[in-house]
């Protein structure tokens, strides 16, 4: 397994599931980076999260993925905090609102269910390497643009890689 720079994220095409490489700009949320933290990092998303504010770790997943070996989940990994699910794109339930929910949300879930802070890593077996300390800017980017109270996040010189 390659590492990637800190810049360069790796994630999962939306359309046909390969792994690709996108860069991305510390702490700053675009489309890239909501693409990598919805479509391979959600849990290091969820993670970050989790050390700056008071979340509930949420899994949604599908056991019978279609293409996947028999016993690997897929699945995505995003928070709850005040009773409303949050991940990289912002508020679940607005998107859900939208104009098309299909596409919103993997509405294809069998399961949603609350998790410890283990639950995940579990069933983690062909998931990227967690990267929660690099995506902690981003995670507080977040919630600054959703006026959502939490932690600041550790300076760039004690900021590591490792989750």
Same mark, same amino acid.
Request: aromatic share 10%.
């Given at each position: 397994?390659?590492?990637?720079?800190?810049?360069?994220?790796?994630?999962?095409?939306?359309?046909?599931?390969?792994?690709?490489?996108?860069?991305?700009?510390?702490?700053?949320?675009?489309?890239?980076?909501?693409?990598?933290?919805?479509?391979?990092?959600?849990?290091?998303?969820?993670?970050?999260?989790?050390?700056?504010?008071?979340?509930?770790?949420?899994?949604?997943?599908?056991?019978?993925?279609?293409?996947?070996?028999?016993?690997?989940?897929?699945?995505?990994?995003?928070?709850?905090?005040? !009773?409303?699910?949050?991940?990289? *794109? #912002? /508020?679940?339930?607005? &998107?859900?609102?939208?104009?098309? =929910?299909?596409? +919103?949300?993997?509405?294809?879930?069998?399961?949603?269910?609350?998790?410890?802070?283990? !639950?995940?890593?579990?069933?983690? *077996? #062909? /998931?990227?390497?967690? &990267?929660?300390?690099?995506?902690? =800017?981003?995670? +507080?980017?977040?919630?600054?643009?959703?006026?959502?109270?939490?932690?600041?996040?550790? !300076?760039?010189?004690?900021?590591?890689?490792?989750?």
């Amino acid at each position: 397994m390659t590492i990637a720079p800190a810049s360069g994220w790796e994630c999962f095409d939306i359309i046909f599931g390969f792994r690709e490489v996108r860069k991305l700009r510390a702490g700053v949320l675009d489309s890239d980076a909501e693409h990598v933290f919805t479509s391979g990092h959600c849990h290091s998303f969820a993670e970050a999260l989790r050390r700056l504010t008071p979340v509930r770790l949420i899994f949604a997943f599908d056991r019978r993925a279609e293409g996947c070996e028999e016993g690997e989940v897929q699945g995505h990994v995003f928070v709850r905090i005040a !009773g409303r699910d949050l991940d990289a *794109r #912002g /508020w679940v339930d607005e &998107r859900l609102g939208g104009p098309d =929910p299909e596409r +919103a949300f993997e509405a294809r879930w069998d399961r949603v269910t609350e998790i410890g802070p283990e !639950g995940w890593l579990a069933n983690s *077996r #062909g /998931w990227l390497e967690p &990267r929660v300390a690099d995506a902690v =800017p981003f995670a +507080a980017a977040l919630l600054e643009r959703l006026q959502i109270p939490g932690r600041r996040p550790p !300076g760039p010189s004690t900021q590591g890689g490792a989750p």
